[in-house]
């Protein structure tokens, strides 16, 4: 559990996003395009998901990429190389489907760029016809861009600023093109509200598609029945009957609903471990 590397791949004042590859001999031999671990980075912190972005069965690591956003993933963002993390357990969820559909278009916003870069290339490897759309509040907080171009037959970056490709959300460019052309699978990762919204544009065009959800999880086992969401109106858990879902079949209200249980609790343990990191 030994991290090898650390990098800060994107930074803005309020935000940074941190990769990581780590020394995990087990889940580098193991883990599937779509499944995730869930890491502590130490005995004070929670459990957090964070998806298997790539592994390396020769160096025995695996790769992460997690955004500061509470008090856990900011601490996770304070440990160096050298470091250890205090547990990470993996591989979890069901592995992502791999086939040929035909013509797919991936949407990664924000750290979900990360979550939809192996997925892309899986679906590449199966001679699926690429394009990707990867969205980002400003150029700074875009991530993996080289990487997906390079394995994409065609490839869009939405800001919501316009400082990179063009302004405005990745659902404005998927409307563009499947008005225009006929497409066979939709596959997206973000924001909740992001991926909903792409469950509604796809849905009109009745296209297929699948997101990949990371809601609150505690054990990740489907014990504790925290990540519960309802799918085609039977209860299903997250950890272990997803993370991905057919998204129209998703009850979004719920989920949304769920997800924000506890964002004030949050940002409060936010402010006081930023004071206890002053006082130090």
Same mark, same amino acid.
């Given at each position: 559990?030994?991290?090898?590397?650390?990098?800060?791949?994107?930074?803005?004042?309020?935000?940074?996003?941190?990769?990581?590859?780590?020394?995990?001999?087990?889940?580098?031999?193991?883990?599937?395009?779509?499944?995730?671990?869930?890491?502590?980075?130490?005995?004070?912190?929670?459990?957090?998901?964070?998806?298997?972005?790539?592994?390396?069965?020769?160096?025995?690591?695996?790769?992460? &990429?997690?955004?500061?956003? !509470?008090?856990?993933?900011?601490? @996770?963002?304070? @440990?160096?190389?050298?470091?250890?993390?205090?547990?990470?357990?993996?591989?979890?969820?069901?592995? $992502?489907?791999?086939?040929?559909?035909?013509?797919? &278009?991936?949407?990664?916003? !924000?750290?979900?760029?990360?979550?939809?870069?192996?997925?892309?290339?899986?679906?590449?490897?199966?001679?699926?016809?690429?394009?990707?759309?990867?969205?980002?509040?400003?150029?700074?907080?875009? &991530?993996?861009?080289?990487?997906?171009?390079? &394995?994409?037959?065609?490839?869009?970056? $939405?800001?919501?600023?316009?400082?990179?490709?063009?302004?405005?959300?990745?659902?404005?460019?998927?409307?563009? @093109?499947?008005?225009?052309?006929?497409?066979?699978?939709?596959?997206?990762?973000?924001?909740?509200?992001?991926?909903?919204?792409?469950?509604?544009?796809?849905?009109?065009?009745?296209?297929?598609?699948?997101?990949?959800?990371?809601?609150?999880?505690?054990?990740?086992?489907?014990?504790?029945?925290?990540?519960?969401?309802?799918?085609?109106?039977?209860?299903?858990?997250?950890?272990?009957?997803?993370?991905?879902?057919?998204?129209?079949?998703?009850?979004?209200?719920?989920?949304?609903?769920?997800?924000?249980?506890?964002?004030?609790?949050?940002?409060?343990?936010?402010?006081?471990?930023?004071?206890?990191?002053?006082?130090?």
């Amino acid at each position: 559990m030994k991290i090898l590397n650390k990098k800060i791949i994107a930074e803005t004042n309020q935000i940074k996003i941190v990769r990581f590859e780590i020394y995990s001999p087990l889940i580098a031999s193991k883990g599937n395009p779509g499944q995730f671990v869930m890491v502590m980075a130490d005995s004070h912190s929670e459990r957090i998901p964070l998806t298997l972005v790539d592994r390396d069965s020769k160096s025995q690591s695996i790769t992460l &990429i997690a955004q500061e956003a !509470g008090f856990s993933t900011r601490r @996770l963002a304070r @440990l160096q190389a050298g470091d250890s993390l205090f547990s990470i357990l993996g591989p979890l969820g069901q592995p $992502t489907e791999k086939k040929n559909y035909g013509k797919v &278009i991936l949407i990664g916003g !924000g750290v979900g760029i990360a979550e939809i870069y192996p997925i892309a290339k899986a679906y590449k490897k199966y001679g699926n016809q690429i394009t990707v759309i990867v969205g980002a509040k400003t150029k700074d907080l875009l &991530i993996l861009r080289k990487e997906l171009e390079e &394995i994409s037959d065609s490839f869009y970056v $939405t800001t919501d600023d316009g400082s990179a490709g063009s302004k405005g959300f990745v659902t404005d460019r998927l409307k563009e @093109l499947i008005d225009k052309e006929n497409y066979d699978f939709v596959y997206a990762v973000g924001p909740l509200v992001m991926m909903k919204a792409v469950s509604d544009t796809s849905k009109e065009k009745e296209i297929k598609t699948a997101v990949s959800l990371s809601v609150l999880m505690v054990d990740a086992t489907g014990m504790c029945g925290c990540c519960r969401v309802t799918v085609a109106g039977q209860t299903k858990f997250t950890c272990i009957d997803g993370p991905e879902f057919d998204a129209h079949e998703i009850n979004w209200q719920e989920v949304i609903r769920r997800n924000n249980m506890y964002i004030d609790k949050e940002k409060h343990i936010c402010k006081l471990d930023k004071l206890n990191k002053n006082e130090k």
